[in-house]
């Protein structure tokens, strides 16, 4: 407990620090807001000439969480005390940014609620960091569900008169795909250079001087690069073995 604590406080100063942090106060008795610095930065507005009212603040929201923040807002009226939202703002500039906000409600003795306290911070760039996580998740599992079909490919028609053959066709081939992931690796997945898949190909037989490339420089998109590998593959291996 003490630990979450600690790891709680030392999240809140670095968010304090980074400029994500805002807090806001709203007194019940005469309707007054306060919001701090944090809040109005986190808003993208100018606290000159920004006035904080219940309508300037839902204008600022994203249309598509207006609701559930009214329905978390509604709970104090019945018995809760606090709560912890995720909503999205719309800025003046159109940027929308993620915020997590959480409030505390202060009653009288007649359960009335007097005061209501909370914080505001921006996790913009967690979220953007959880979109990126998620795009590269289904981008290796497409990845991963390819190669595996083009090497299931490759062992259901390669054709050899022997075991031996058979083997050495198919790690041959599996080789060539692993190359040219290679490649597509370096380039972060965005394509490959078809002077560099041939020299890759051609490399396990160049001599010096034996051997010249020449030709327009073309960047081919993945799928079409471990196509053309396999088929660099099997041009250079029959040309060397006949």
């Known amino acids: 407990s003490t630990a979450r604590l600690v790891e709680s406080e030392q999240r809140r100063s670095m968010a304090i620090a980074a400029g994500r942090m805002g807090s806001w106060d709203w007194d019940g008795v005469n309707g007054d807001w306060m919001w701090d610095e944090g ?9 000159r000439t920004f006035v904080v009212t219940p309508a300037s603040v839902q204008a600022s929201l994203h249309h598509e969480d207006i609701d559930e923040l009214r329905k978390a807002v509604a709970q104090f ?7 912890e939202a995720e909503f999205r703002i719309r800025r003046p500039d159109g940027e929308i940014r993620w915020c997590v906000g959480t409030a505390a409600a202060t009653v009288d003795k ?4 007097v005061r209501v306290s909370g914080v505001t911070v921006d996790i913009t760039e967690r979220k953007r960091a959880e979109q990126r996580q ?3 998740t289904r981008e290796v599992d497409h990845r991963a569900k390819n190669a595996l079909a083009l090497v299931q490919s490759i062992v259901r028609l390669t054709q050899a ?23 597509l690796s370096l380039s972060s997945w965005q394509g490959a250079e ?17 051997i010249e490339v020449c030709g327009s420089e073309l960047q081919l998109q ?9 088929v660099l593959h099997e041009l250079v291996t029959n040309s060397a073995k006949y």
């Open 39 to 47: 809040q109005y930065r986190i808003f993208g507005v100018d606290p």
């Open 77 to 83: 009226a019945e018995g809760a005390r606090s709560f």
């Open 110 to 113: 007649g359960g009335r609620v």
């Open 134 to 136: 998620n795009l590269l």
């Open 161 to 183: 008169q022997d075991v031996d053959a058979y083997i050495r066709a198919v790690e041959g081939r599996i080789s060539a795909l692993a190359r040219v992931h290679t490649i």
């Open 194 to 210: 078809i002077t560099r898949l041939v020299d890759e190909e051609l490399a396990p037989y160049s001599v010096t001087g034996q």
């Open 222 to 230: 993945p799928a079409t690069a471990q196509t053309l590998a396999l």
